[in-house]
């Protein structure tokens, strides 16, 4: 088995192994709200249960007997024991979609690798020169440098998913990893800068805003109205409306 075969065999386990956990956490949900609901009603019984008593001089203030039942103490413990075991669940879910992330970035790396060698070769028999066009793209690293560098690039594409549509975006992602041509985008850290009107991190295709003090300087296509790569020199809103204001000064 291939290591592309082996990753699809992978991932198309995941969502199956996801819902399973998913609906465990509803069912440790279902069962602490229900504890929770108990222990409230029996707390706020004994509570009232301890006014009489003091009213009636049965007990004072003071008196060690002023504090809750062993059973309310038991089902307050219950629940914490249920929250616990809710956030471990929780981790092994992250962590799962965590370790696919890793091995795509791992199976990226490599194509990535064998694309090179290959275009390498075929230079060599053919004695061509490699051209921009040829190259491929290496992936998130060159892509954040083209945004520090301010290029207005065409059709930049990035993986941007929570860790659970992370899965999803993988399997997708190797269905078409037949062109030489495509960029070869890792799945997003959480620490990647956003960009744009939106706050999103960088995906689909992204023009940057001419003017050099511009706050934001990328923009994605759809938020700013744009379907293809404008001509000329291209301003965000939030410029344009400052040289105005400057211009009426």
């Not at 790396?109 to 290959?118: G, I, Q, S, Y």
Request: with cysteine.
């Amino acid at each position: 088995m291939s290591v592309s075969e082996e990753f699809q065999a992978n991932i198309e386990a995941l969502p199956n192994i996801l819902q399973r956990k998913y609906a465990q956490l509803r069912d440790m949900d279902k069962s602490l709200q229900e504890i929770q609901r108990q222990n409230e009603q029996r707390c706020e019984q004994e509570i009232d249960d301890m006014k009489r008593a003091i009213k009636s001089h049965n007990i004072t203030p003071n008196s060690s007997l002023l504090k809750f039942s062993d059973e309310a103490v038991e089902e307050q413990k219950h629940a914490i024991r249920i929250a616990d075991e809710k956030v471990a669940l929780a981790v092994q879910a992250y962590d799962l979609v965590d370790a696919h992330i890793q091995q795509l970035d791992q199976y990226l790396k490599k194509f990535d690798e064998d694309l090179r060698r290959a275009e390498r070769e075929a230079i060599a028999a053919t004695g061509a020169s490699p051209t921009l066009e040829n190259n491929v793209k290496s992936g998130r690293s060159e892509e954040t440098t083209r945004h520090r560098g301010r290029k207005k690039r065409v059709g930049a594409t990035t993986a941007a998913a929570a860790a659970s549509a992370s899965a999803t975006a993988v399997a997708s992602s190797t269905t078409g990893a037949n062109s030489t041509s495509m960029e070869l985008d890792l799945p997003v850290d959480p620490n990647e800068p956003t960009y744009c009107f939106c706050n999103q991190v960088s995906y689909g295709e992204m023009v940057a805003c001419d003017n050099p003090d511009c706050k934001i300087e990328w923009f994605h296509y759809g938020c700013v109205g744009l379907k293809e790569q404008p001509k000329g020199k291209w301003y965000c809103s939030e410029c344009v409306g400052t040289q105005r204001r400057r211009k009426k000064r």
